[in-house]
Structures are given as C-alpha cells and as structure tokens.
C-alpha cells in the first residue's frame, strides 16, 4: 500500500480521461524541447505535422493505412488480454498470415487475358477470400505452438510467442531471398507482385480499413454479449476459480491465443493485398509490437482500439513527417516508448484517490 | 522527551499480572486516531504492549484492528495521537523505521518470495547479508538463525514447496531475525492443524519468556484464553476494555465485542428421520490420487442424506478436501463411482454437478470461489452462467446477470450499490456471504462446505452457520467440512472422521465425545460405521 | 537465361525508353519543391554524399528553390509514406537517388502531378522516370591499367550484392583487362553490403591471399584500399577520390557527380519542358574514371585513357564475342551490348567468378 491513498477499483472514464490528456500534453511538451535542442522551431514542425497529417488527402489516407494493420494487431493482443494472456507475438502471426496470403496470391496469378471480365472479378474475389482463410489459419498455427504450452504446460507465452516472431521473420527472410525472390524486377528482399489487390475504399485506402473497423466492431458485439467472453474474463481473473465455476481454462487459453493469432495473421493478409503488394522482409513494420501498445491503451473496451490506433497512426505519421526535417526515425519509436510510459503512469496516478475508505 | 507512562495509560486498563513497576511499556499509543473520508477507522486509541506480555486483539471485522496494525507497522500515520517507544515519542516514516524499532508483523498472507529458498528468504532485506554471498555462507546463516529460534528448516528448500505451517514458521524466524521484539501474529491459526498450533503456543511462550511482547489478532475466544495474558476488546474503532486474561469470561469478552450477547444455541436440528426414499450422494468405493500419485482418498463408501447436515472432521490435510472437490465435480474418483440422486455422475463435468443442485463453497474464498478483480455481478453468475436467464449456449445477459447479483446481494444482506465493483473490496465475511448465497441457490439437492466458518468475525460465523441449518431444515443435504470440532457437534447429523485419506468412522449425533473424536482423528480409535 | 529472353524481358521492363508526352507547365524558381529519398545517411563519405553534394551545387545554382531530403530510407512500405509525404508537403518533384521499385511507381500513380524520378529505376510513365550512369564504361578503362599494373593477372572483386549493376562492373573491368592480358582472372567476393568497411578489409585481405594483386569492388568506403596500402597490392575505388586513404595503392575510382544532371532536369522542370524518360549519364556526363594515382605509371595511364577517349568518342568495348563464365558464347561477334543490355547483366563473363 502506497502512502495515505487508496487504489480505487472501479476507475471513472472522466479520471482516464483527464490523465491522460495530461499525460500526452506532457509528452509533446517533451518532444518541443526535443525538437527545439535539435535546433527546430517546434512550432514549425508542429505546424507542418498538423497540416500534412490533417490538411492533405494523402496525410489523411496515411491514417487510414497506418490504422488498419494497428486496428487488427491490437484486437489481437487485447483479444488475447481479455484471458489474461500476453500476446507478445503478432508480429510472428501478421507474418505468418502475410507469408500464406502471399502463397495464394503467388501462385493465383491473374490471367491478363481475362482482365476486366466477370471470371476475372470471380478468381480475384475467390483468391483474396481463400488469401483471407489461409492468413487467419496461418497466424493461429502461429501461436498455437505458444497457446498448447501455455495451455497444458503452464509455459509462458510471453517469451514463446516472442520468440516465434524471429522465426517468423527470418523465415519470410528465406521465402523473399530464396524461392519467391522477385526476379522480374530485381526487387531486393521482395517477392513478385500480387497482381489481385484489394478493392479501392477511398483513394489510396483499401477496404482493409473498413474490413478493420468491422473486426473491432465484431469484437465489441462479442464482448458484450457472449458466454465466451465472460469465460475468457473469468479465465484471466483466477483461473482457479474458472476451474471452479466449470470452464476448461486450458482449452479457452488455447482457443483464444488462436483466436488473436488468427487475427493478427488478417492483418498480415491485409498489409500484403492492399499496401504492400509483396511479400517483403519489412512488411510487419513493428506493427505487432505496436498492437501491444494499442491494446494497453484501449483497456477493456473493443471500441476504444479505433481511437488507440489512431493516436497510434498518428504518432507513426508525425515520424514519417518528421524525418523530413532530419529527426531520425529512431526518434519516433522513442518518442512511443514515452507515451506508452507517460499513459502507464497516467492511468495508474488515475486510479488512486488522495484519500481512501478504511481498510 | 523521556515520560513516565504508567501514569498517563488509562487507569482502565490494567497492567499485565505481576509487572513491575516503573518500567515504561515497549510500545505504547496514545490517543491514536485515524480517519478516512466519512469513515473512523480509528478514534482515540490508547493502549500499551509491555516486554513480556501477549497481548491479544479482539474484534469483528471491520473494528479498526488492521488500521491500528497498519499505524504500529509504520505503513500509516495516525491523524492524532503519538506512539512511544521504550519511553521516548516516535513517528515511523515507513515500515522500515517500523522494522529498525523491532516491531515485526506476521501476517495472514506471507510476505515471503515463492520462488526463493528458504535461507534466501531469510536473508532478504538484512543488513548483515549484504554484497556478495556464496551459497555456504548463506546455508550457514539460515542454519543460524533457524536454531536461534528453536526451528529446524530444510533452509535450501523452496518456499512455494513448503506447507502453509511450515512458511509460517519461515516467517516467524524472518521477522524474529530482523531483530523484532515486538511481534505481531494476523490470525495465526487460520493455517494450522491443531499439533502444529500448539507449536506455534510454544515458539510464543518462548519468545515472551525472553522478555518480547506479542500482539496476537484472533477470533478464537479459546485461542485468547489459552495464550494471551491480555485481552484488547476493539469496537467500531475504539477500545471497549483492556482486560487481564482469564479475568473475564468468552461469553462477556463476545458481547463487548459484538455488542450484544451471542446465540446462545443453534436452533436444534430436528432428529434424523430415518427414510430410505431420500435422495443421496452415494460414494461407492471412490479413491483418488493426487498429481504426485499419493494416494489421498482410500477406497470410501457411503451414503448422504438430504435433510441431514453431514459433518466430516479431521485434521487439516488429510484428505477432507479432495473428498469434498469429489462430491462437488471438480475432481474425478480415480476409481469407485458417485451417483446424485440414483444418477451415476462418474467424471461428469462440473457443471453437470451444478445442474444436479450441488452448490459447493470451497474453503479458500478468493483464490478459488471467487475472482476478485471482477464485479458482483460477474461473481453471481459465476456458476450458473449457462443457464438462462444470465446466460446461454453462446450467450451472455449482462442485464439478467446484474440483476441476478442484486438478487443474490439481497439475500445475502450485503449493502453494495454497485454489482459492477470488484468483489475484492468486500470484506471477507460479506465475499462469504455472497458465495453462500450463490451457492445457496444452486443447492436446490445438496450443499458442500469447505471451512465456511475460516476467518469469519463471529456474527458472520453465526449467519453462515443458521444458513447450513436452514437448508437442512428446508430438505437439502449439507456436507460440511470443518476443522472446529465444536461446530461439527453442534451442527451435524452425523459425522465422518477423517485420518490419513481413510474414513475412520461415521458417527451419529450424541455416538461420541470429544475425545473419541480427537483419538480418531489423529489415526488412534475406532468408531462404529 | 537465354539472349532472346533476356532482350525479350529488357523490353518488358523499359516500356520504350521514348520520352512521354505529358506536360508540366512551367514554374518560377521560387516555387519549386524537390524532395529527395536517400538510402543512407548524407555524411556516408560515398554515393549518398555524392547526391548531396550535388543538391547543394543545385542550391548554388538555383538559390530560391527550396529542397527537402530524408536519409536512410527503407526499402519497405514506409518508402512509400515518406513519397507520399514529400507530396503532402507540395513537392513538385521527387527523386529517389536509389531503386525503390513499386514503393514510388505506386506513389507516382496516385500523384500524377507531381515528377517521380528513381535512380537506377527501371519503370517510366508519363510522370515517372529514372536515372542511371553508365559506369561500366569507367571500370573498362580502369581495367586496362589493372591488367598492365598486375604482375599475377589475378584481379579481385568486393562485391556488395551479386546485382546486375555489380555484375556489369565487375565484368567490365575483366574485358578491359583481357583487352590487353586474355589471360587475367577476376574473383569477387560478395559482403552483402554496401557499406561494411570490417568485411570489405576482410573480403580484401582475403582476395590478397589467393594470389591477387589488384582489387576492386562496389563499396562506399575505403575498407579494402587500406588493405592494399598494407598489403603492398593495387586498389581502385568507386564514387568518389579516396586516395588519402592509401596513396600508395591507390590507381583510380569510379567517380561519380550528379550535379549536371540535376541542373539540367531543374531547368527543364522550370520551363516545362521536362519528359519522362530513362535516362544513361554517359561517361564524361557525371561518370568518369578519378585522376590517376601517383604510382601510376604514365604509360598505363596514357594507354588506358587512349581506349577512354575511343568511348567518349562513340566506341563501345561491349562487343562480341564476349562468353559467359561456362564458356558460352552470349555475345555473337559483331553484336555490341546496349547500355539497356549492360544495365540487365544478370551473368558473369569468362574469367570472373564469385558472384552467380
């Protein structure tokens, strides 16, 4: 027990709300200085950030892309949180899901004499909707490894579902080097093309942003009214006394690391078939790193991801800008790793009252 | 500021028998108050703790005991009033200035490392064991240590592997090591079968014989009368009485405490009416291993009754809970069979159990009948969430649900406004309450108790205890597991004794005494079937 | 790959090297934005700081044009991100000074206002165009003088990745060697980097122990000329003079200086005259070999600059029959290898190993 406070269960949305706001107000006071010590006018570079994150339709675009493989990898890991459970590998599964996508749209290939007919409309929907099943079946398989052993051995899933992430990393290395290297254009680290590609949203952005948005929803729905999540809340408060109330906790961890496993690999399949259009050693981008830090912020609401990973979309933004001004991309992830901390100790300071009941 | 004290302790309490005058109190408190918004946890406290003295703490939940505990232990800072030590005033900045004065607190829940051995347990936090350490040097001073205070410890053995008494003792001898002499105990029989109690008595009188005072924090009336040389009655915050042990009667130590005479008998169960119709649990010829493959159930066969409140007695730790988790679901006979109600239940799931009307309250509230980060709400409906209305196939009603928490909340008498806060900030007697009742409502055939009474204030005892008897009045059967040998005589139609994972004897009320019942359960006697 | 094929596929991806016909209208000085995407960091000491240096030669020229850069660019979809910034910000134009393949043929398509130019690119749409120096022509001369420098008639290579634009260096530099010495071998040895001066020195001192004597390579610090310097053995380098670095070994480098290029494509954008097209600096047109060493002696360098004067001239050495490293004739006598042929080379040609 800390000083003369008291730990308050039930945190107000308001309090949340109010900490961090300061929290964030004081972390752009932090990278003003930051910038100012590179010999930057903060006002300028805020300025900048703000027009061409807000002002242009490609500024704009640039949030919707950036949100959409955020959303999924952060409903993974908040999927994952609900039970308890750290899903530190979405990485891995984004991967994983991408690698299966890029197999079906690999050896799909479009026909171009069929360009513009309804068969070809027919074999494009039937590859992105079997490149869809393959990438959530290939980030479960992902992390099924991880959930069996967190499931029925009490292994730790924090350090094997991280640690599945190198493997998968170094094995999309293997697949874009070896034998799906791109050898039309000599692209480096880089399969061939995927000629299908997801459909147009709104420019730039794919429907992978509304496919996003609705998982979250799902999500929420689920959430709410489902005998799955109160188990999967039960599992993740005391395990003991999930036993106790009649659920095969084993079986639920397992589904459920599966679950966001599945999701995160959509992810993946969605990166692949509306952004990046190959397979690519730097596809995932740390954006199943970032889906930790997205789903921390979300707490225990589904909904409250699309806000989570937008500020998220928007720091990643700010970098992209940034960097045009010199500020090395090194200094985003910092300038991350200081908000994640800053709203940590927000939400903390948010929970404890100067004065509390008796004990 | 040196004062003599003995005059400005209230002449109303008085000092302990045959203590020499003149010699100031280890630690006294005076006029100690502390508040919390809208609440007094403790108002005008003056009370003194003399070398040499066992000095026991008396009241319900709720009476202010831990908050004066958490000022002596320096993790609060009393709003008015000082404490003096050996004489002099002293303000505790922490725990660690708490710790330096020698005030030492065990308590309920062991501050130990888990995952640490016993000598490094021992070794945490010493200021003589700093640096570098080979593991000879650290053996070695565990070794000293434990002697020191008359224990013998496996020192290299891990704490998570030892038994509740035996890190018990490990922490006795970490805080006596710190250089305590002001040792305080939180309930510290809850854990302890009755041999081992009357080893932890002794370690006490040895160190109280060495000239330490002890605070000993209890409900057991009988516990305060066999060990303490004062009793502090505390009430909604402030001290009733200070009393010299022995002076005063339980029955008037319990109506200070509570404010009014107790119960003084249960209602009187009804004689057994023997009905071959009724429905049963019948055990036939069930054993069952743990996961090191000891067998901790013998081959049993027996029959319970609804309409009877069956008791099963024995030591702690042999094998009374496996039998109970068994006639609940949650584990599986290795071998032999179990049927409800003529149905063979052999392995079926817990729920299938539920569905039978066997409500179960298990004997460790918050590690296992309970999730305590989560609401009333979701506790409510923690067994019955797949049945409608709160729950079914796929889906969950949070409106039913929470009106089902309030229903359960109603019934237990609890005053909670909000279903939606975490139970853990419900006092144990009021968690107990809710389990009870939760359980209540499922046992629609049979209920199973695991130590219901453990950790209850007395009214809290007394409102679980007519609860048992009124399902029993009402046609349920009640299995009850307790190690207080008073409740089960008072309470049970018949009771099985328990030794050694063997059923000894199931004996019908008035068929023994006391005593038969002690030889049985430490593995001597017979009894009749 | 066959040579039909090969040419075949050289057409597929230079869609014509015809210029488009788009326009863009003109533009005051003041107006023009230029963002470039950088692979490595400004201060690299090789082909990035030749970029630079030729932006500020730009700013000399034209000082009321305003340009932005962002060093270290990944070849992943946040290339992509830093075009797309550069449009946001209201870039007019845009230059890659390394290949980013679809990361800005995607972002050119999605601006079609806005001039995407992509060194050692190989797409070209009516906005987008790409820039490469025929620095093969460089390593031809400069192999002459290895050949005439080396007493073992063993050359080595540091090769960073086995590209066709290393490919066609290391080639270049064994056919003019064999021009004067049929006999001398190349062995190249792969570091996987382009910048790595721990394994360059080690790759160099490895070649020096299988019996070379010459070395040459692809890389963007002087790693393996101070080797040379050590080891008593020839070096020439690439982008930029490096003699400091080990003057006594030093024969010459590839140079490179884009700053008339750039001049010349920010006049054409002011006037609107600029055309998308794929575009080879000749040598002498920002590729040249660098001022002899001073151990050169003057009659290899007289005798190499003989043969460099005959290229700037309009002669090209690339002419059959030139083998492959299996001995197959992939040249036929009196056919000459197009600088689009070069800039494909995806073989090795008799005498050289290490890198297929």
Redesign the interface.
């Known amino acids: 027990m800390r000083g003369e406070g008291r730990q308050m269960a039930v945190i107000s949305f308001r309090r949340i709300v109010i900490a961090r706001m300061i929290a964030i107000g004081i972390v752009f006071l932090l990278v003003a200085a930051g910038i100012y010590g590179l010999g930057l006018d903060p006002g300028m570079v805020g300025r900048?950030v703000v027009t061409?994150?807000f002002g242009?339709r490609?500024?704009l675009?640039?949030l919707a892309?950036y949100m959409t493989p955020l959303l999924l990898t952060g409903a993974a890991v908040w999927l994952a949180l609900r039970a308890g459970l750290w899903n530190i590998g979405a990485e891995g599964q984004f991967l994983a899901g991408a690698s299966a996508a890029a197999a079906i749209g690999l050896s799909g290939g479009a026909n171009p004499a069929l360009a513009g007919s309804p068969a070809a409309f027919m074999s494009s929907s039937l590859t992105l909707v079997l490149a869809m099943t393959a990438s959530f079946l290939a980030g479960a398989l992902w992390s099924a490894l991880p959930a069996a052993g967190r499931a029925w051995l009490g292994v730790s899933e924090i350090i094997t579902t991280l640690l599945m992430n190198f493997i998968a990393l170094y094995m999309v290395y293997a697949l874009v080097t070896g034998p799906w290297a791109d050898k039309?254009?000599?692209?480096?680290?880089?399969s061939a093309?995927i000629e299908v590609v997801l459909p147009a949203f709104a420019?730039?952005v794919h429907c992978g942003w509304p496919i996003a948005l609705l998982a979250v929803a799902m999500l929420a729905l689920l959430f709410r009214r489902s005998r799955f999540s109160y188990c999967l809340a039960l599992c993740g408060s005391n395990p003991e006394a999930a036993r106790y109330a009649g659920i095969d906790v084993g079986r639920h961890v397992f589904v459920t690391l599966l679950l966001s496993g599945g999701i995160a690999g959509i992810g993946g399949m969605i990166?692949v078939f509306g952004?990046?259009?190959?397979l690519?050693?730097?596809?995932a981008?740390g954006y199943g790193y970032l889906g930790i830090v997205v789903a921390l912020l979300a707490r225990k609401s589904a909904l409250a991801l699309v806000p989570a990973a937008l500020l998220m979309a928007i720091i990643l933004?700010a970098g992209?800008?940034l960097?045009?001004?010199?500020v090395?991309?090194s200094a985003v992830l910092a300038m991350t790793g200081l908000l994640v901390f800053a709203i940590a100790v927000a939400d903390d300071y948010a929970a404890w009252s100067r004065s509390g009941r008796a004990s | 500021m040196y004062r003599a004290l003995s005059e400005s302790v209230s002449p109303a309490q008085p000092r302990p028998a045959g203590y020499p005058h003149g010699v100031p109190p280890l630690l006294a408190l005076e006029g100690v108050s502390k508040y919390f918004p809208g609440v007094v946890a403790n108002e005008n406290v003056s009370l003194a703790f003399y070398p040499g003295e066992i000095h026991a703490l008396l009241g319900e939940n709720g009476a202010g005991k831990s908050t004066l505990m958490n000022i002596v232990t320096g993790l609060y800072r009393p709003d008015r009033g000082e404490l003096v030590l050996d004489g002099y005033g002293v303000s505790f900045d922490g725990p660690d200035a708490a710790i330096a004065a020698g005030i030492g607190m065990v308590h309920q829940h062991f501050k130990l490392v888990p995952r640490f051995t016993i000598a490094e347990n021992l070794a945490l936090g010493r200021r003589d064991m700093r640096g570098i350490l080979s593991r000879r040097k650290l053996v070695a001073f565990a070794r000293r240590e434990a002697e020191k205070y008359g224990f013998a410890f496996d020192v290299e053995a891990r704490v998570e592997t030892l038994s509740a008494p035996e890190q018990q003792r490990v922490e006795i001898v970490r805080v006596l090591g710190r250089g305590a002499r002001l040792l305080i105990l939180d309930e510290p029989t809850a854990v302890l079968g009755p041999s081992e109690v009357s080893e932890l008595y002794a370690a006490l009188r040895r160190f109280r014989a060495d000239g330490g005072a002890v605070i000993l924090i209890s409900h057991k009336l009988e516990e305060i009368m066999a060990l303490a040389d004062r009793v502090t009655v505390l009430r909604r915050g402030r001290v009733v009485a200070t009393h010299l042990a022995g002076s005063l009667s339980p029955q008037a130590l319990v109506a200070e405490m509570i404010g009014h005479a107790p119960v003084e008998a249960l209602p009187a169960p009804e004689p057994l009416a023997v009905d071959p119709d009724r429905e049963t649990i019948s055990l036939r010829d069930v054993t069952m291993r743990d996961e090191s493959g000891r067998l901790r159930v013998h081959p049993v066969s027996c029959d319970i009754f609804r309409g009877e409140i069956f008791g099963i007695g024995g030591v702690t730790g042999n094998g009374q809970v496996a039998l109970a988790e068994m006639l609940a679901g949650l584990r599986h006979p290795d071998t032999g069979r179990i049927l409800v109600a003529g149905q063979d239940m052999t392995g079926r799931p817990v729920a299938a159990f539920v569905e039978m009307g066997i409500g179960y309250v298990p004997q460790d509230r918050l590690r296992q009948a309970l999730a305590p980060a989560l609401g009333a709400t979701e506790n409510a409906a923690l067994r019955v969430f797949r049945t409608p209305p709160v729950g079914g196939r796929f889906l969950w009603n949070e409106d039913a649900a929470t009106r089902y928490a309030r229903l359960l909340i109603d019934e237990a008498g609890i005053a909670l406004a909000d279903p939606s806060r975490p139970v853990r900030g419900l006092s144990g007697g009021n968690q107990q309450r809710l389990v009870l009742a939760r359980e209540s409502r499922i046992a629609s055939r049979f209920l199973v108790a695991c130590y219901p009474g453990r950790g209850l204030d007395l009214g809290a005892m007394e409102t679980m205890r007519s609860a048992l008897v009124a399902l029993r009045n009402t046609g349920r059967g009640v299995v009850l597991v307790s190690e207080d040998l008073d409740e089960l005589l008072a309470l049970s139609d018949r009771i099985a004794v328990m030794s050694g994972g063997q059923v000894k004897a199931i004996l019908g009320r008035g068929e023994a005494t006391r005593e038969d019942i002690g030889a049985l359960m430490s593995g001597h006697g017979s009894g009749s079937r | 790959m066959t040579g039909a094929a090969g040419a075949a596929?050289a057409s597929l991806?230079f869609p014509g090297t015809a210029r488009s016909a788009k326009h863009f209208g003109t533009l005051a000085e003041s107006e023009l934005l230029i963002?470039f995407a950088h692979t490595s960091p400004v201060n690299d000491g090789g082909w990035t700081q030749k970029h630079d240096e030729a932006i500020r030669h730009l700013h000399a020229l034209y000082p009321a044009i305003r340009t932005?850069?962002?060093?270290?660019v990944?070849?992943?979809?946040?290339a992509?991100?830093?075009f797309?910034?550069?449009?946001?910000?209201g870039a007019q134009m845009i230059i890659a000074t390394s290949?980013y393949?679809?990361f800005i043929s995607?972002v050119a398509e999605?601006?079609p206002d806005t001039i995407f130019l992509e060194c050692d690119g190989?797409r070209v749409s009516d906005n987008l165009g790409w820039y490469y120096m025929t620095h093969w022509y460089a390593s031809y001369v400069i192999g002459i003088a290895a050949a005439r420098l080396s007493r073992s008639g063993r050359l080595g290579y540091v090769a960073s990745?086995p590209?066709?634009s290393v490919l066609a260096s290391a080639n270049a530099t064994l056919l003019g060697a064999r021009s004067v010495n049929p006999s001398a071998t190349l062995r190249a040895i792969p570091i996987n980097s382009w910048f790595d001066p721990q394994a360059a020195a080690s790759a160099g001192a490895a070649l020096i122990d299988s019996g070379c004597d010459f070395l040459a390579g692809i890389m963007d610090d002087p790693g393996y000329l101070r080797v040379a310097q050590q080891r008593g053995v020839w070096a020439a380098m690439w982008n930029t003079d490096m003699r400091q670095f080990g003057p006594d070994a030093y024969v010459s480098s590839v140079v490179l200086d884009f700053a008339p290029f750039y001049a010349q494509t920010v006049r054409r954008r002011l006037a609107g005259s600029w055309r998308a097209e794929g575009r080879f600096l000749k040598l002498g047109e920002g590729v040249d070999r660098d001022r002899w060493g001073a151990r050169v002696p003057p009659a290899v360098a007289r005798e190499a600059d003989d043969v460099r004067r005959r290229i700037l001239a309009g002669w090209s050495p690339f002419t059959g029959p030139i083998r492959d490293s299996r001995g197959i004739v992939r040249v036929a006598e009196g056919h000459t290898m197009s600088d689009a042929d070069i800039y494909a080379w995806d073989w090795q040609v008799q005498g050289v190993s290490g890198l297929v």
């Open positions: 900048l061409s994150t242009t490609f500024g675009e640039n892309l039309v254009t000599g692209a480096q680290m880089s093309r420019g730039a990166e952004t990046v259009h190959r690519q050693g730097g596809l981008n933004n992209i800008v960097q045009t001004v010199q090395s991309a | 596929l991806v963002g932005l850069y962002v060093e270290s990944p070849y992943s979809a946040d992509t991100r830093i797309r910034q550069f449009v946001a910000e290949n393949g679809d995607d999605q601006a190989h990745f590209t066709p």
